[in-house]
């Protein structure tokens, strides 16, 4: 949530973060994340896509935390 605590679910319009640790052997630069968010019939709803924003990314040998930041969550309730 907005004061950093780790939570099951969200709320529409609430800020999120979502941390994605990985872990690769060696250096990678130009690294592309998506993260997609679907509904639950698997349509697409939409993606946070660092190839779209234009932001590089190059990961270190060990463990590398990449932050996605939604600064307002627009979903409808639901189950995604």
């Known amino acids: ?4 605590n780790k939570v099951q679910t969200l709320s529409t319009g609430e800020s999120c973060s979502i941390v994605l640790v990985v872990e690769p052997e060696r250096e990678l630069s130009g690294v ?3 993260l997609e968010f679907m509904d ?3 349509n697409d709803i939409f993606e946070c896509n660092n190839r779209l924003t234009g932001e590089q990314i190059t990961l270190q040998n060990g ?7 939604i600064p307002k969550m627009i979903l409808t309730p639901g189950k995604y």
């Not at 949530?1 to 950093?4: I, L, N, R, S, Y």
């Not at 463990?63 to 930041?69: F, L």
Request: charged letters at 10%.
């Open 32 to 34: 592309y994340f998506v």
């Open 40 to 42: 639950a019939y698997g």
């Open 63 to 69: 463990e590398n935390h990449i932050v996605c930041t």
């Open 1 to 4: 949530d907005q004061h950093g």
